[in-house]
Nanobody, 116 residues
Framework: QVQIRESGGGLVQPGGSLRLSCATS????????MGWYRQGPGKQRDLVAL???????IYADSVKGRFTISRDNTKNTVYLQMTSLNVEDTAVYYC??????????WGQGTQVTVSS
């Protein structure tokens, strides 16, 4: 079982920045693929960014050039640095851990609200 805790969400003005953190429990973190997803009001949950165990990254087109995903295997933590935020980025952001076996674990989410 992998426990996940997201943090760093909040209210930010358009054009602002936030950094989300996702801390995981247990061993084996370095072998996981880690992803950030988001779900806006009335929308489905979509991939925002993903980082593999070898640090390959994938980004949704809507966040390329603005968001950066990174990981610190010494802290069992993955980060999402978000810049140039706009109102369309408002959503609950979820962290996902995917083990090499294919097992998937989700955090409870952290709210990001972009508003003036």
């Amino acid at each position: 079982q992998v426990q996940i805790r997201e943090s760093g969400g909040g209210l930010v003005q358009p054009g602002g920045s936030l950094r989300l953190s996702c801390a995981t429990s247990g061993s084996g973190f370095s072998s996981y693929a880690m992803g950030w997803y988001r779900q806006g009001p009335g929308k489905q949950r979509d991939l925002v960014a993903l980082i593999t165990n070898i640090r390959s990254t994938i980004y949704a087109d809507s966040v390329k050039g603005r968001f950066t995903i990174s990981r610190d295997n010494t802290k069992n933590t993955v980060y999402l640095q978000m810049t140039s935020l706009n109102v369309e980025d408002t959503a609950v952001y979820y962290c996902q851990a995917r083990r090499p076996s294919g097992s998937v674990y989700w955090g409870q989410g952290t709210q990001v609200t972009v508003s003036s």
